[in-house]
């Protein structure tokens, strides 16, 4: 599965299906804001609060990445 942080990045970051070396984009994806991002990894925002704003094919298993966040912890 790959993240793309548009227009920043793009990470593969599960095992998936392999792409079609004819298709740039890959089966398996996901795009996520910068903002919405960053507010995920920080946990300023939850999963569940992002979802609606993450562009994610019917088929992504992007679902799954939920147990990943918050990457960073903002507690001492």
Known sequence: ME???VP??????LQGTRPNPHNLTPPDF???EPEVFLRLS???ESWQ???PKLRIPQ???ARELEAFFPLLS???
């Not at 920043?8 to 970051?13: D, T």
């Open 59 to 61: 088929l992504s298993r």
């Open 49 to 51: 609060e992002a979802l």
């Open 8 to 13: 920043f990045s793009a990470c593969k970051v």
């Open 30 to 32: 996901f795009e996520i």
């Open 42 to 44: 920080f946990g300023l």
């Open 3 to 5: 993240i793309r942080v």
């Open 74 to 76: 903002m507690e001492k």
